[in-house]
């Protein structure tokens, strides 16, 4: 069993096991607050301008041997929000400088993505339970790896977010690349519900 608040590493037979898959449909979206001097297209992590290899992994389910990249993003705004610019539990405000200095996109979906349910139901088939969204990044990261390289080919992962377990995330593989497009682009600021978001999640707001 695995040590209370650390997922166990995946299996040696996951490739004969069938994976819990979802599809996210043609035609819905999903979202993704990025920094405005950046692409919000971008399967991290970055690259290393001098060699052209990939910087070390950064993230819960970057590749752990830096082979395929990785595009975080949310089912919603909201949960786009709260991913980023919430993502510090201490964080007692936002600052309107930091705000300024994002942006929010929104993707569709140009066919039909194939992503394993890392929640709910999901969970138990591959005898994990929730701390796969919420502990040290070490044991996701090759979980990632495992379903990536799993023979159904999945086109990422679908978790909750680690801040508000309400809210649905998305971490999708290189190869779904070519089922997306950005239907919307727009500075995070002009985002109308963001008051409410914040008063939700009790983070004030700093006028700087």
């Not at 610019?85 to 993707?107: C, I, N, Q, S, T």
């Not at 039909?112 to 701390?131: E, I, W």
């Not at 796969?132 to 390289?149: D, I, N, Y």
Request: glycine share 6%; net charge neutral.
């Amino acid at each position: 069993m695995a040590a209370e608040g650390r997922p166990k590493a995946p299996p040696a037979d996951l490739a004969q096991r069938r994976l819990p898959l979802v599809t996210w449909p043609r035609r819905r979206r999903f979202a993704r607050v990025h920094w405005l001097a950046h692409d919000p297209r971008f399967f991290g992590p970055a690259t290393d301008p001098s060699s052209g290899r990939r910087l070390p992994p950064a993230n819960r389910f970057d590749d752990p041997r830096g082979e395929y990249g990785v595009l975080y993003a949310a089912a919603d705004a909201e949960a786009a929000v709260v991913e980023t610019v919430l993502g510090d539990l201490d964080l007692p405000f936002v600052a309107r400088r930091d705000v300024e200095a994002r942006g929010l996109a929104v993707f569709e979906v140009r066919r039909p993505l194939r992503l394993v349910k890392l929640h709910g139901d999901g969970l138990r088939p591959l005898k994990l339970d929730g701390s796969v969204s919420t502990a040290a990044h070490e044991r996701p990261r090759l979980w990632s790896r495992a379903f990536h390289e799993h023979p159904a080919a999945p086109d990422g992962i679908l978790y909750r977010s680690r801040v508000d377990n309400d809210l649905l995330c998305l971490a999708l593989f290189e190869r779904a690349g070519d089922g997306i497009v950005e239907a919307e682009r727009r500075p995070l600021i002009e985002l109308a519900e963001l008051p409410d978001i914040l008063n939700r999640h009790g983070v004030a707001w700093l006028e700087d």
